[in-house]
């Protein structure tokens, strides 16, 4: 479903991805992790097209991403943001149906379409009538979710959705996130530092280091079999990883 093939991405002097070439298979969670600044996040960008890469190539399918096509794959993508990316003079209602109005969507269509989210997400039906500033993390990550749907996209980039939730509202969307993906079989890419996350989340695990990736894997693979001393340290340093299939605490 999405490929790199050799992709270089710099910021000035700092090599954010050095020659990746990476696959996404379709239809299941691939969770990238890393350090900070290993280019988890950059890796996002250039999949929805925000970034262009400095050579290589990026693909959605067959089709090379390139700037006069990036628009039409966007909207074949869902994308949330680290921290949701919710407009706040806007409200939650608003900001889940503003790509689908822009698009011409008539009003039967756009609140079916919301009531299906709903169904999906577990929003309460009255938190769509607030605006981002009133509402709860958990309720922000979830009408981010909403809006990243709306479209029903073939791919979900989700970068860092649940990191700034404490620990039992984000026990609670990782088990909700997860039926999500199950439920709707799309093609996932979601970016976590919580390597137990990562594993309950994701088919496959993606661990980057300073542009490159290190080793894909399970979290078991990982563990059993690292490629080198830095995929050890990193499975070793993630303390109070739970067995595998359970959620962090």
């Known amino acids: ?70 628009e039409a794959v966007r909207r074949r993508i869902g994308y949330v943001i680290q921290d949701g990316g919710l407009f706040p003079h806007l409200t939650a209602f608003d900001n889940v149906a503003l790509l689908a109005r822009f698009l011409g969507w008539g009003s039967d269509r ?49 970068d860092e959705p649940l990191g700034a939730l404490d620990a039992m509202i984000r026990f609670e969307l990782q088990e909700e996130l997860r039926q999500i993906f199950d439920d709707l079989g799309k093609t996932v890419v979601l970016v976590t530092h919580d390597l137990a996350e990562a594993d309950y989340l994701g088919h496959t695990i993606v661990l980057l280091r300073n542009g490159r990736v290190v080793q894909r894997g399970t979290l078991a693979e990982l563990t059993a079999a690292p490629e080198d001393e830095f995929v050890r340290r990193f499975v070793r340093a993630q303390r109070r990883l739970p067995a595998q299939g359970e959620a962090s605490p």
């Open 110 to 158: 756009l609140h079916a379409r919301i009531d299906q989210l709903i169904g999906l997400t577990h929003l309460s039906t009255s938190a769509l009538d607030r605006y981002p500033g009133e509402l709860s993390g958990g309720q922000r990550q979830r009408v981010s979710l909403m809006r990243a749907l709306m479209l029903d996209p073939e791919v979900l980039l989700l």
């Open 1 to 70: 479903m999405l490929s790199l093939r050799g992709v270089t991405k710099r910021y000035g002097s700092l090599v954010a991805l050095d020659s990746v070439d990476l696959e996404f298979e379709a239809n299941r969670t691939t969770a990238l992790i890393g350090p900070s600044g290993c280019g988890k996040s950059t890796l996002l960008r250039l999949l929805v097209g925000l970034q262009a890469p400095d050579s290589g190539q990026v693909s959605f399918g067959e089709e090379e991403l390139r700037p006069e096509g990036v």
